[in-house]
């Protein structure tokens, strides 16, 4: 069932602008973040959310109570991991908001897509068989894109 949820053209110029605008960021954070293996990403311990006050606090304390600071702590280090983490955290969140809305905007954009042209595609259908001009070639040309339309490929049937 259509939703018409989405019925606004997003101008190109606004994606151009605000796909221009997240390279800038990309770039801007470019010196300061870090790309981990998939090993890193797993074995690491992780801050998340309730471990972030934790952090926080343990960090207030190091910093007013140096003689319980380990001699091997390097409490510059903590600042910046901890401020970097702090910080980050906020963008995270601001993109996290923006990941979601831009995939539920091509979910449904996509979706209400979909629906037409199937709706467009039965109609075709139905032209072929009432014998319509142009309607056969049409369709010839949509059946095998039709989704779950087996074609023979490379490697046998494949499923789209």
Same mark, same amino acid.
């Given at each position: 069932?259509?939703? #018409? ?12 602008? !605000?796909?221009?605008?997240?390279? %800038?960021v990309?770039? $801007?954070?470019?010196?300061?973040? !870090? ?8 074995? *690491?311990?992780?801050?998340? +959310?309730?471990?972030?006050? /934790? !952090?926080?606090?343990a ?15 390097? *409490? $510059?280090?903590? #600042?910046? #991991? /901890?401020? #970097? ?11 996290? $908001?923006? @990941? %979601?809305? !831009? %995939?539920?905007t091509?979910? =449904?954009? &996509?979706? @209400? ?6 709706? /467009?595609?039965?109609?075709? $259908?139905?032209?072929?068989? +009432? +014998? ?8 010839e040309?949509?059946?095998?894109r /039709? ?8 490697? &046998? +049937? =494949? %499923?789209?």
């Open positions: 069932m259509r939703s #018409d949820k989405h019925n606004t053209a997003i101008p190109d110029a606004v994606i151009k602008q !605000v796909h221009d605008q997240i390279i %800038e990309i770039q $801007q954070l470019s010196p300061y973040t !870090v790309t981990l293996t998939p090993h890193e990403r797993q074995t *690491m311990l992780k801050m998340g +959310d309730k471990s972030l006050a /934790f !952090v926080e606090k960090h207030d304390y190091a910093a007013d109570n140096p003689t319980l600071t380990p001699n091997y702590l390097d *409490m $510059q280090a903590f #600042d910046v #991991d /901890f401020t #970097d983490a702090h910080g980050l955290w906020s963008i995270l969140t601001l993109t996290k $908001q923006l @990941e %979601e809305a !831009v %995939e539920d091509i979910m =449904t954009a &996509g979706s @209400e897509a979909f629906h037409m042209a199937l709706s /467009f595609y039965h109609n075709v $259908q139905s032209a072929v068989k +009432d +014998d319509i001009p142009d309607a056969k070639a049409i369709f040309d949509l059946k095998p /039709f989704p779950g339309t087996k074609r023979r490929g490379n490697s &046998g +049937d =494949t %499923e789209e």
